[in-house]
């Protein structure tokens, strides 16, 4: 089994890499050397292949996309508990978008995730992220541990309610999406 972890490198430096060591070391049961030697200059996307060692990492230029819209999907029975290289199912599902940027996965009638990235509601008040996403992401376990976001289960039909909604990953941080649509099933 192959496991991918994504890291953000800006000018040389890598944030809040014992979250990403954390997950790696959960996925494959042991703690993982890693020797890391990002460009100095600009942000860069590191990706690691592993699986009980490191099989490959690249330097990728990263440019933010822009998202703006996301069309819910039900896939009921998508396991993605881990980040595995094999992203087929995301990507088979990421294809059913519609007109839309990117996909927001129903599971089991409860909101989970992106296919890039975990998600947040502002209910005008707190910042709430599903109970149960498809995958923990770094950041979002960061921001649950600062207390800045709050685990709840979010049923599909209660998106609607929200004010506004956020993505976030290890590459955009938290970003909350100005004006952003979400069309239902």
């Known amino acids: 089994m192959k496991f991918l972890e994504t890291l953000r490198a800006e000018d040389g430096a890598i944030r809040y890499l014992e979250y990403h060591k954390n997950r790696m070391k959960h996925s494959c049961g042991k703690d993982i050397k890693l020797n890391l030697n990002p460009p100095q200059i600009g942000v860069w996307r590191v990706r690691i292949i592993y699986s009980q060692t490191i099989e490959s990492i690249e330097y990728l230029p990263y440019k933010q996309p822009s998202i703006k819209s996301l069309q819910m999907l039900r896939a009921d ?22 007109n839309a940027d990117d996909i927001l996965i129903i599971k089991n009638s409860l909101v989970t995730d992106t296919t890039v990235a975990n998600i947040a ?53 938290f970003l909350e999406i100005q004006n952003g649509i979400i069309h239902s099933c």
């Open 77 to 98: 029975t998508l396991n993605y508990n881990y980040k595995f290289a094999n992203r087929e199912n995301l990507n088979n599902l990421f294809k059913q978008r519609k």
């Open 121 to 173: 509601f502002y209910d005008g008040k707190y910042w709430l992220t599903p109970a149960l996403p498809l995958l923990n992401g770094t950041t979002r376990a960061r921001l649950i541990d600062e207390k800045f976001l709050i685990k709840a289960s979010i049923k599909e039909n209660e998106v609607k309610n929200f004010k506004k909604f956020a993505l976030m990953n290890t590459l955009i941080g």
